[in-house]
Structure formats: structure tokens, C-alpha cells
């Protein structure tokens, strides 16, 4: 099963889908998808380790996400913006390519025997991004998340840390 969670930056995505894990599971995993970019990146990766008890498991990847996935596992996948910026960069920008690496991928979660968690970000709701490389990764991420909400069984987008219910 696919739980989808979207929403804005500090909508409350994260604290929901950890929430939802460990009220399906005593051992849940975590995947981590990013890459410790800066020190400002490695202090929030630091704080969401600091958010997770001793019950959760850790595993990194940071692109063939679904290899990793362990059967009959509760797991929450945090998150696809920054699985995308990983495969937009080793894909040279290219859209085509890292839409269709993540299509695949995704299609490959959807086979697992697994609740899957898995958040991503509304990018496109705020300001018109001002390169052409922003804005051609906003649209990787829009067509992304569609297939993501349209894999899933269920499908929540999150504002001021409030769940909305979209499926």
C-alpha cells in the first residue's frame, strides 16, 4: 500500500508520516533520500534523526529507492524532492531521463508487499521559480508527484500541520 503525503515546506509532512508509521508498526523504517549538501542540510538531517526513537531503522539511498525496501516493512520514504534533485543532477538536467528513472522506480514501489509512506513538496505552489533550471525541475517535480498520487492508496496533503484527505 501507497501513502501518499504532500504539502509546503514546514507543512507538517514529516511529523504526520512518522506519526502514521509507528501507528502501523513497532519497528518502522526510514529512508533517507538526501544528500548532505551543507552544514545548514546536516543540522535538519541531524534534527529529523533526533525526531525518530530507537524502534525506527535507518537506511540510506539515494536513488534506487526501491531496492532497499524490505518486505512486509512499514517504511517512510523522506523524501521524493530530494530523491529528484539527486537523480536531476546525476541526469545532467535532464527531465526526460530522471522523469522515466523515477516513473520506474515508482512503478517498482507500487509491487512491494509494504506499507509504503511516502512525502514529497508542493514546489510549484509558491514563486515562479527565476532559472530555466528551477523551473524545468518544479515541472519534474509536479509530473512526479501526479504519478506518485495516482499510484497511491491513499493521498494526504498537509497545510499549517493539518491533514486534508485527497483519496
Known sequence: MIHYITGGERSGKSFYAQQL???LSNTPF???TARIWDEDFEKRV??????????WTTI???KEIAKVIPNKSVIVIDCVTLWLTNL????DNNVEKSLAFAKNEIDQLAQINSEIIIISNEIGMGVHAQ???ARKFTELQGWVNQ???KKSDKAIFMVSGL???LK
Do not use: W
Not at 541531524?46 to 524502534?55: G, L
Not at 536531476?88 to 541526469?91: A, G, N, P, Q, V
Open 21 to 23: 508509521a509507528e501507528k
Open 30 to 32: 526510514y529512508l533517507a
Open 46 to 55: 541531524v534534527r529529523h534523526k533526533n525526531d525518530r526513537d530507537e524502534r
Open 60 to 62: 540510506e539511498e539515494e
Open 88 to 91: 536531476y543532477i546525476d541526469f
Open 131 to 133: 532559472s530555466h533550471l
Open 147 to 149: 504519478y506518485i498520487a
Open 163 to 165: 491533514p486534508l484527505i
